[in-house]
Each structure stands twice: as structure tokens, then as C-alpha cells.
């Protein structure tokens, strides 16, 4: 059984910072992109940043130059570094696993997800 745990959420202030953590543990064959989306109050999920097993990333145009993805792949963890947080970057953050195995010689995808960790800024 797969499990991805979150960490790193918490209040702060406009203009501070926080790094959020997603490890992921059991048996995935391989991992594909790992991301980060956020829900706030009201609204849709929506993708904040992803990153490809090649490294490659995607960033919503509202976090652009403020948040940085990254990923271990030997620990399968993935972070979001936020600086200079806006109080509409409050939201409860959701981590995104995608895994890939073989099953009768056929490839499947699974999607994993986190628990989510509340992030809050405060004006």
C-alpha cells in the first residue's frame, strides 16, 4: 500500500516562507511526476508546481519566481519551497504521486495523494 505523508504547513506571515515536504512509502514501481495542488475555501484544486522524473518543471503562473519544486528520488520525496507568501496563497496543499507498474504485461498508471497540510498567510 502506497502512503504519502505531508509536512510543513503552518501560518505565517505576507512575506514569509515555508517548505513543504511529501515522502512516499510502499511499493511503487516506478514514479512519474510528483506535483503540489492546493484547494482554498470555495474553490477548485488547482495545480501549483509539478516536477517530471527527468526534472522537468510546471509552475501556475500565480507562484512563478516565488515557489521552487524539487524531488529526491532516492528518499521519493518531493518539496515546495514558498517564499514571499500572499494571503491568497492560503489553501490546503496536496501532495501528487504518480506511479507507474506492470500488470499482465500491460503498464499502469496510479494516482497517488496526500492527506494535505493547511498552509496560512496572514496580511
Known amino acids: 500500500q502506497v502512503q504519502l505523508v505531508e509536512s510543513g504547513g503552518g501560518l505565517v506571515q505576507a512575506g514569509g516562507s515555508l517548505r513543504l515536504s511529501c515522502a512516499a512509502s510502499?511499493?511503487?514501481?516506478?514514479?512519474?511526476?510528483m506535483g503540489w495542488y492546493r484547494q482554498a475555501p470555495g474553490k477548485q484544486r488547482e495545480l501549483v508546481a509539478v516536477?517530471?522524473?527527468?526534472?522537468?518543471?510546471n509552475y501556475a503562473d500565480s507562484v512563478k519566481g516565488r515557489f521552487t519544486i524539487s524531488r529526491d528520488n532516492v528518499e521519493n520525496t518531493v518539496y515546495l519551497r514558498m517564499n514571499s507568501l500572499k494571503p491568497e496563497d492560503t489553501a490546503v496543499y496536496y501532495c501528487?504521486?504518480?506511479?507507474?507498474?506492470?500488470?499482465?504485461?500491460?503498464?499502469?498508471?496510479?494516482?497517488?495523494w496526500g492527506q494535505g497540510t493547511q498552509v496560512t498567510v496572514s496580511s
Open positions: 516536477i517530471t522524473s527527468g526534472g522537468s518543471t
Open positions: 510502499g511499493i511503487i514501481f516506478r514514479i512519474n511526476a
Open positions: 501528487n504521486v504518480e506511479g507507474q507498474r506492470v500488470v499482465a504485461g500491460s503498464v499502469v498508471f496510479d494516482d497517488y
